[in-house]
T-cell receptor
C-alpha cells in the first residue's frame, strides 16, 4: 500500500465549477501536510499547508482529519489556469516529504 | 524567497556514460537536500537524503553506487547517475530544506539515456 494515496483522475470540469480532491495517508506519525501543484514537466510548487482547523486561501480550502488520516482540497470557481496536477504531500518525522501520485485537473471553457 | 538552482535542465546521454546534476541554494544554506525521481504519470519518489558533510541516506531499493550524492558544502549538492541506462531516463528534482523557507525545489533535470 502506498504511503500517500490519491485518485489520479483526471477530473474534467467546466470553468466556474467547484471540485474536491481527497487524499489518505497510512503513517499515523506523519507530521505536516501540504498540497502542491505541479504543471507539466515542471517542479512542484507549494499551494498551501493543511491544518486540522482547516485553512482557506482565496478559492482554495484545505482540511485535515487526523483521526481518519484524510486530507482534502476544495477549489471553488475553477479557472482555466487551475489546470494542473495536485499533489498531496506528508512529512515523516525525519522531515522527508512523501508525495502522493497526484490528481490531474483539467478545467475546460 | 529561497531559490534552488538546478542544472542542467535537460540532458541526453549515451548508455554507459555518467551524468552529474547540480543543485545550488542561492540565498540560503541548505543543510539538507532531498533528491527525487519522477517517471511519467507517476509521483515524485524520494531517492535519498543528503546532509552537508556526511554520507547520504538512500531509500530502500535505490542503489547508492549507481546514484552518487555529494553534499560537500552548504550551498551545493550533486547527484551523479553512473553508467546510465535507458531505464534511468526520468525527471530528477532536488529539494532543499531550510528552517526559514521550508522546502524549496529545483526546477528539475530531464534525463534521457539513449
Amino acid at each position: 500500500r502506498k504511503e500517500v494515496e490519491q485518485d489520479p483522475g483526471p477530473f474534467n470540469v467546466p470553468e466556474g465549477a467547484t471540485v474536491a480532491f481527497n487524499c489518505t495517508y497510512s503513517n499515523s506519525a506523519s507530521q505536516s501536510f501540504f498540497w502542491y501543484r505541479q504543471d507539466c514537466r515542471k517542479e512542484p510548487k507549494l499551494l498551501m499547508s493543511v491544518y486540522s482547523s482547516g485553512n482557506e486561501d482565496g478559492r482554495f480550502t484545505a482540511q485535515l482529519n487526523r483521526a481518519s488520516q484524510y486530507i482534502s482540497l476544495l477549489i471553488r470557481d475553477s479557472k482555466l489556469s487551475d489546470s494542473a496536477t495536485y499533489l498531496c504531500v506528508v512529512t515523516r518525522n525525519t522531515g522527508k516529504l512523501i508525495f502522493g501520485q497526484g490528481t490531474t485537473l483539467q478545467v475546460k471553457p | 524567497g529561497a531559490v534552488v538552482s538546478q542544472h542542467p535542465s535537460r540532458v541526453i546521454c549515451k548508455s554507459g556514460t555518467s551524468v552529474k546534476i547540480e543543485c545550488r541554494s542561492l540565498d540560503f544554506q541548505a543543510t539538507t537536500m532531498f533528491w527525487y525521481r519522477q517517471f511519467p504519470k507517476q509521483s515524485l519518489m524520494l531517492m535519498a537524503t543528503s546532509n552537508e558533510g556526511s554520507k547520504a541516506t538512500y531509500e530502500q531499493g535505490v542503489e547508492k553506487d549507481k546514484f552518487l550524492i555529494n553534499h560537500a558544502s552548504l550551498t551545493l549538492s550533486t547527484l551523479t547517475v553512473t553508467s546510465a541506462h535507458p531505464e534511468d531516463s526520468s525527471f530528477y528534482i532536488c529539494s532543499a530544506a531550510d528552517r526559514s523557507y521550508g522546502y524549496t525545489f529545483g526546477s528539475g533535470t530531464r534525463l534521457t539515456v539513449v
